[in-house]
């Protein structure tokens, strides 16, 4: 340290030489030459100590602040960063030589800056301090990052404003835990308000301590006249009375027993209450218990619902429920119902007298054990695909009586469909028509000898016209030929013998077809197949019309009743078709499938109406159905005015032509030979 004399022109150096015992040495310097001119020694002791605990305390502060999450940070009287802790980098990802020279505002989006500064203007003009700043800035990726600022001012000895001091502390994950809490109690809150519920809390003793603004239209009171009040103040005396025993025994020992739903169990009440007009309504209460962090029971929270209409309609839905169950067990069926799980939830005393068993063994699937063996699969099948479509069913099966025999019932089930139009199960019933069955069987027998009888004869007038009347025209025709050689020369004579001979050809040709019509030797000897393809042609030839026939995976064999069956129904429909449809193109199709045969007829003609398809006054369509129900086979029709007509005959082939044509098939799945199909008629 220089020290200089302005009046003798001398420069003093005072120097320390030393630095210890607490001991200094003072020279001084006169033109270049040292010379001592003191010593001074003084106790620093103290100071040094002092000193010692400033490092202390500053190297601690260094430590807490570069391990702390929180950014520590400085700015100028300008806000402009004059020192930026090392968090900033996790934080906003920054380095802190970014941040020196920029401003707060800076790392802002635009609005959120103006808004912030138009908070921090006043507060820094007033050089005070702030806490819980909350600020939203731009991370370097693009991010939102959500702080909160802490700042004191810095002031000199002097008092003079240099800037700000402050920590900022990432709140994003908090803001937003903050922001889904104030959302949720938002919607609580708003639904509290529009609910038509009244929300309602009850202290240790069951009276009211709050009450929500429903209890107006409620009850006609305003909250402020029911807090104090308990529930039993509300309600007739004898309600009261039924009421108070349950109150005791809840406020007693606080359990919410009732009803459990999920892991909240939830107290359910149904009570009458009087409004404040006199009326009585009927209230349905939802209630959990309040406990203090220390477990103590402090009331109960809940809800109140004004359910006195829906308690009317259930009064008029169990009376409905009794008149009905009054009826179904007084009528002369077996009623049933199911619900939405398919399980059996009611039979009438008809089905539980019929069997013999009580209603516990016949609920769910009880009931099945009674179907007969041979009906079971089918039955329960059946009812589980009509179950699962929604759809209507019709179904025969054999159940066993209480004396053990087995009945046969007509069972038919319909979807019960609730007000709102959900789904709600099935509802059925069932008839005994095992004397039906039985009278159906006989019918059948005397139809079928009825049409053995029919074809016995068709065979034997076909054969008839075949073998005798076919013969002995054409024997006439010889004759006619002989006596046309015999006759003089007359051409007149000759002419009248010559259409004499071609009238006997037409008549014999005739003959032959009618023979084959009602009798085909090709379906004795060649198989369906031949004879459906003879048939159509021979149909197309007389009535100048165009028959399209197909046929694939046809066995080689087939009964000779289901052979017979179907070419009755193929002679019916093209006959109807070619008579009817007013179109000359037509098509038929055989078809082997795995089980059974097919035959579909088909024409684009004028149609007619389905449901008129069996009351007509032809027997054609009725002849087809009784012919095959004689073969367990079904007919079904499509058919529109305007838009054709579909006749499908489906016949089920007994197991041994069921095996025959599976071993048929290739192993390759394809059919034995290929698929047929021929154009026969009239060629345009």
Same mark, same amino acid.
């Given at each position: 340290m220089l020290i200089a004399s302005k009046a003798k022109k001398q420069q003093y150096v005072?120097?320390?030489? *030393?630095?210890? /015992?607490?001991?200094?040495?003072?020279?001084?310097?006169?033109? $270049?030459?040292?010379?001592?001119?003191?010593?001074?020694?003084w106790d620093v002791t103290?100071?040094?100590?002092?000193?010692?605990?400033? !490092?202390?305390?500053e190297e601690r502060l260094r430590q807490l602040v570069s391990t702390s999450n929180d950014w520590v940070w400085e700015v100028d009287a300008n806000a402009v960063y004059t020192h930026a802790g090392p968090q900033c980098l996790r934080i906003l990802g920054y380095e802190p030589s970014e941040i020196i020279g920029r401003t707060p505002f800076d790392l802002m989006p635009p609005e959120e800056a103006l808004r912030v500064a138009s908070i921090f203007k006043p507060i820094a003009a007033e050089r005070k301090a702030f806490w819980g700043l909350r600020n939203i800035n731009l991370h370097r990726d693009g991010r939102l990052i959500v702080l909160e600022t802490n700042g004191v001012p810095i002031l000199d000895a002097d008092g003079r404003f240099h800037g700000y001091r402050g920590?900022?502390?990432?709140?994003?994950?908090?803001?937003?835990?903050?922001? *889904?809490?104030?959302?949720?109690?938002?919607?609580?809150?708003? %639904?509290?308000?529009?609910?038509?519920?009244?929300?309602?809390?009850? +202290?240790?003793?069951? *009276? =009211?301590? =709050? *009450?929500?603004p429903q209890c107006r239209e409620l009850l006609g009171y305003e909250p402020e006249e029911l807090i104090g009040k308990t529930a039993l103040d509300l309600m007739p005396g004898d309600e009261a009375d039924r009421v108070r025993e349950e109150f005791k025994s809840f406020y007693a020992e606080p359990r919410p027993v009732p009803r459990q739903e999920g892991h909240r169990r939830v107290i359910v009440w149904q009570t009458k209450r009087i409004r404040k007009d006199g009326r009585e309504v009927v209230w349905e209460t939802n209630g959990v218990p309040i406990f203090d962090e220390n477990g103590a029971f402090r009331g109960y929270r809940g809800m109140i619902r004004d359910i006195t209409d829906r308690y009317r309609a259930e009064q008029v839905?169990?009376?409905?429920?009794?008149?009905?169950?009054?009826?179904?067990?007084?009528?002369?069926?077996?009623?049933?119902?199911? $619900?939405?799980?398919?399980? /059996?939830? =009611?039979?009438?005393?008809?089905? %539980?007298?019929?069997? $013999? !068993?009580?209603?516990?063994?016949?609920?769910?699937?009880?009931?099945?054990?009674?179907?007969?063996?041979?009906?079971?699969?089918? /039955?329960?099948? +059946?009812?589980?695909?009509?179950?699962?479509? !929604?759809?209507?069913?019709?179904?025969?099966?054999?159940?066993?009586?209480?004396?053990?025999?087995?009945r046969w019932l007509l069972d038919i089930g319909v979807p019960r469909i609730d007000a709102d139009g959900s789904f709600a199960g099935y509802i059925g019933s069932c008839i005994d028509i095992t004397e039906r069955k039985r009278a159906e069987e006989a019918m059948a027998s005397i139809g079928r000898r009825l049409i053995e009888a029919h074809e016995e004869e068709r065979t034997r007038i076909g054969r008839e016209l075949h073998d005798d009347i076919g013969q002995r025209l054409a024997l006439l025709a010889v004759e006619l030929d002989r006596w046309n050689q015999m006759v003089p020369s007359s051409p007149e004579l000759r002419k009248l013998i010559v259409d004499a001979q071609q009238r006997i050809h037409e008549i014999a040709k005739d003959a032959q077809s009618l023979s084959h019509r009602l009798h085909s030797s090709k379906l004795d000897y060649l198989g369906l197949a031949a004879a459906a393809n003879s048939f159509c042609r021979e149909l197309a030839e007389k009535t100048a019309v165009n028959i399209k026939f197909e046929r694939a995976g046809m066995p080689q064999t087939l009964p000779k009743e289901v052979s017979l069956a179907l070419f009755r129904v193929l002679q019916e429909a093209l006959q109807n078709a070619v008579k009817h449809s007013g179109v000359k193109d037509f098509t038929a199709v055989l078809r082997g499938t795995s089980g059974a045969i097919e035959l579909t007829v088909t024409d684009s003609g004028r149609g007619f109406e389905e449901e008129e398809a069996f009351s007509r006054q032809g027997i054609g369509l009725i002849s087809m159905r009784e012919r095959l129900q004689l073969v367990n086979g079904e007919l079904s029709i499509q058919t529109k005015p305007g838009s054709g007509t579909t006749i499908r005959a489906r016949v089920p082939l007994p197991k041994s032509a069921s095996q025959a044509l599976a071993e048929e098939r290739r192993p390759d799945g394809g059919q034995v030979g290929p698929i047929s199909q021929e154009s026969i008629g009239l060629i345009s």
């Open positions: 005072i120097a320390v030489t *030393a630095r210890c /015992c607490k001991k200094w040495r003072l020279f001084a310097e006169i033109d $270049g030459c040292p010379l001592p001119v003191f010593d001074m020694e103290e100071p040094e100590r002092t000193g010692q605990a400033l !490092r202390d305390s920590i900022d502390r990432d709140v994003t994950e908090r803001e937003r835990v903050e922001q *889904a809490i104030f959302d949720s109690s938002q919607r609580l809150r708003h %639904l509290i308000e529009s609910s038509n519920d009244w929300v309602f809390e009850t +202290n240790q003793s069951g *009276a =009211y301590t =709050y *009450a929500g839905l169990r009376e409905s429920e009794e008149r009905f169950r009054l009826v179904a067990d007084t009528a002369p069926v077996m009623i049933w119902s199911s $619900g939405t799980d398919k399980r /059996c939830d =009611y039979f009438n005393r008809p089905w %539980l007298e019929f069997t $013999g !068993r009580p209603l516990a063994a016949e609920l769910g699937n009880g009931w099945a054990d009674g179907i007969h063996p041979e009906d079971a699969a089918t /039955c329960l099948q +059946n009812y589980r695909d009509a179950f699962d479509q !929604r759809r209507s069913f019709e179904m025969h099966y054999r159940l066993r009586r209480h004396d053990g025999e087995y």
